[in-house]
């Protein structure tokens, strides 16, 4: 069946701008997650959904960052006010509730901020 | 707070070669314990995962020991392939408040020439 897919698969935007990066959940898992991929600190969770509310926020990095997720499927991580800092691979999840353990990663989202 | 440290990279082996890439943690309680694999141009996905210690994880000729004595999970495989050139990270779920949260090791580059 299909994977966890993401969109898109590169941006690249000027520094002050805000971006959406999108991902689409395996059909029928209910968890979320999302996470950033960057040469300097590695691969970092940011937030967990289990359906639409998101318990789990811990690790937005700042109030710039939000994400969303509309009718326990799609998710949309929303970064505003774009810094170079922020430049990273973006790394959607899902699992099947009660397998938290096993997270099936998408492709990713390259984020180029310039 | 949980962390993961593996061993740096990246390593070079020829086929065949026997393979281990060093994993230690920190975690208060008992976490579950996972072994990720990137190939190129893929997205990561899970190779093996243990739950409770002394429990063995095994996957493709890997395997992966959960040491609460020792707080590590290093992964071996006896014979290498050029197929397993990839970027191992090991990985971390702490459960209670952090049930949705992987926590990930730096991640270890292997490459294996013919």
């Known amino acids: 069946g299909a994977g966890v897919s993401q969109s898109p698969s590169n941006k690249v935007t000027e520094k002050g701008k805000d971006v959406e990066l999108r991902c689409d959940p395996i059909s029928g898992h209910t968890a979320l997650y999302w996470y950033r991929q960057s040469l300097g600190q590695g691969l970092e969770f940011l937030i967990y959904?289990?359906?639409?509310?998101?318990?789990?926020k811990s690790g937005l990095p700042s109030d710039r960052f939000s994400a969303e997720r509309t009718g326990g499927s799609v998710s949309t991580l929303t970064i505003q006010r774009t810094q170079q800092e922020d430049s990273a691979v973006y790394l959607c999840?899902?699992?099947?509730?009660?397998?938290?353990?096993?997270?099936?990663f998408g492709p990713g989202t390259r984020l180029t901020v310039t | 707070g949980d962390s993961v440290t593996q061993m740096e990279g990246p390593v070079t082996l020829s086929e065949e070669a026997f393979l281990t890439i060093n994993c230690t943690y920190t975690?208060?309680?008992?976490?579950?314990l996972f072994w990720y694999v990137q190939y190129p141009g893929e997205g990561l996905q899970l190779l093996l995962k243990a739950t409770k210690a002394d429990d063995k994880g095994s996957n493709k000729g890997f395997e992966a020991t959960y040491r609460k004595e020792t707080t590590s999970f290093h992964l071996e495989k006896g014979s290498v392939q050029v197929s397993d050139s990839a970027v191992y990270f090991c990985a971390l779920n702490a459960g209670g408040t952090s049930y949705g949260k992987l926590t990930f090791g730096q991640g270890t580059i292997l490459t294996v020439h013919p």
């Open positions: 959904f289990q359906g639409n509310s998101a318990p789990d």
């Open positions: 975690a208060t309680g008992y976490p579950s």
């Open positions: 999840a899902s699992s099947t509730k009660g397998q938290a353990y096993e997270q099936y």
